[in-house]
């Protein structure tokens, strides 16, 4: 299916990619394994998060379906799933001609372990003068999250997709590389104390708090990834 879509986009002259798709950081990991994180829209692995990791998705209700109610009520519980309708492959295509988006994915050994999408220029809520990053969307494949049915594969996988990105974007447009977003429920306690944004309820939306990253811990949150 997935080489179908590719083949009707071709078919209409679609690029399935970016002509500049680019590896901006390579690693070579303890089990042997490459981490790649390419910088370029790419229909191609947009379709595989819209497909790996919908299949998941199905797999962990097809389980959950196996067990009583009340185990299977505890660990939806435990699910971090407010991001599993999202279409990679719809983002994909509402933004590829826009360069003030710019998309990346991180891979291990070619296959997608995560996905970001980041627009510049944004105004900056703490400081109005400076423009500044700002994160669409960011996700992990849900087997790098808890899941009952194995042990996460990897981990740290969002947080160094996001900090190498936004890095890499900082040197391209020679600013701060401080960045701001909305947040999830599910994710709010990971950028509040995980990487110590501040919540500025004046930009709030009706579900989504509104986080941005002030300039004193810039430089211990990058120190991460230096």
Request: aromatic fraction near 14%; proline fraction near 4%.
């Amino acid at each position: 299916m997935k080489q179908n879509i590719l083949d009707q986009l071709k078919s209409f002259g679609i690029p399935v990619k970016a002509p500049d798709e680019k590896i901006i950081y390579s690693d070579l990991l303890s089990s042997g394994q490459v981490l790649q994180i390419s910088n370029g829209y790419s229909f191609e692995k947009s379709l595989s998060c819209d497909h790996n990791w919908k299949v998941y998705h199905e797999n962990i209700f097809a389980y959950l379906k196996t067990l009583p109610q009340e185990e299977a009520n505890d660990i939806i519980n435990k699910l971090d799933y407010q991001d599993w309708h999202w279409e990679w492959v719809t983002k994909t295509a509402g933004t590829k001609t826009d360069n003030q988006y710019e998309w990346f994915f991180l891979e291990i050994d070619n296959c997608v372990e995560a996905a970001c999408l980041i627009y510049f220029p944004k105004e900056s809520a703490l400081q109005p003068s400076e423009n500044i990053f700002y994160i669409e969307f960011l996700a992990i494949a849900p087997w790098n999250r808890f899941t009952p049915l194995e042990e996460k594969r990897y981990r740290g996988l969002g947080s160094i997709l996001l900090l190498r990105s936004v890095k890499f974007l900082a040197q391209k447009y020679a600013n701060s590389g401080r960045f701001s977003l909305h947040s999830l429920a599910q994710a709010e306690s990971y950028y509040v104390n995980k990487l110590k944004m501040q919540h500025l309820s004046i930009n709030d939306k009706p579900s989504l708090k509104y986080f941005e990253l002030p300039e004193n811990v810039v430089n211990s949150v990058f120190g991460e990834v230096a």
